[in-house]
T-cell receptor, first 111, second 113 residues
Framework: DVKVTQSSRYLVKRTGEKVFLECVQD?????MFWYRQDPGLGLRLIYF???????EKGDIPEGYSVSREKKERFSLILESASTNQTSMYLC??????????FGQGTRLTVV | GQNIDQPTEMTATEGAIVQINCTYQTSGFNGLFWYQQHAGEAPTFLSY????GLEEKGRFSSFLSRSKGYSYLLLKELQMKDSASYLC??????????????FGGGTRVLVKP
């Protein structure tokens, strides 16, 4: 069974902290994505990667960075967490077909 | 850029049919996906359309008209477990897009007994 695994389901961090969200997929997919999901705004793309060490900005990259050192792992980094980054974060991966498989999500609260 | 619109919420009765519309205006188009998302869970794939027409899969069907920038998801014989959000997503055509999906805001469907 295909799997996208995010390291935490729930996370509480303080303003100003550096936060790492990890995502691992076991499907050998080229593409990986980070979205955030907020009520009324749907899923918005933060960053994506179509190959190891490659990254592209999505629609809302400000305040975030990413790392893809290995094909199976895609990390989202909040350099200095702020309260407006409180959200549900969803990682996804896809192959050339475009069909995305999602992780269970990380609900991040910044206090 | 991409602009994808779908209704915020719909209510229907168990056993009935509901049609969720999605309109899009995009700079590139390489297919349209529908996903289902139950509260607190990850989105799961329902359907994919890249050519005009209707794709049927059991109780769920999806339709696409590329010239009109329009799709709909049809849910038949509604069951209580169909209460969920339904997300429309357009796949980008741009070369460096890496199969990027842009999502609409989602339609929350409430099925009543």
């Amino acid at each position: 069974d295909v799997k996208v695994t995010q390291s935490s389901r729930y996370l509480v961090k303080r303003t100003g902290e550096k936060v790492f969200l990890e995502c691992v997929q076991d499907m050998d997919h080229e593409n990986m994505f980070w979205y955030r999901q907020d009520p009324g705004l749907g899923l918005r793309l933060i960053y994506f990667s179509y190959d190891v060490k490659m990254k592209e900005k999505g629609d809302i990259p400000e305040g975030y960075s990413v790392s893809r050192e290995k094909k199976e792992r895609f990390s989202l980094i909040l350099e200095s967490a702020s309260t407006n980054q409180t959200s549900m974060y969803l990682c996804a991966s896809s192959s050339h077909t475009g069909r995305a498989f999602f992780g269970q999500g990380t609900r991040l609260t910044v206090v | 850029g991409q602009n994808i619109d779908q209704p915020t919420e719909m209510t229907a009765t168990e056993g009935a049919i509901v049609q969720i519309n999605c309109t899009y205006q995009t700079s590139g188009f390489n297919g349209l996906f529908w996903y289902q998302q139950h509260a607190g869970e990850a989105p799961t794939f329902l359907s994919y359309n890249v050519l005009d027409g209707l794709e049927e899969k059991g109780r769920f069907s999806s339709f696409l008209s590329r010239s009109k920038g329009y799709s709909y998801l049809l849910l038949k014989e509604l069951q209580m477990k169909d209460s969920a959000s339904y997300l429309c997503a357009v796949r980008d055509q741009a070369k460096a897009a890496g199969n990027k999906l842009t999502f609409g805001g989602g339609t929350r469907v409430l099925v009543k007994p």
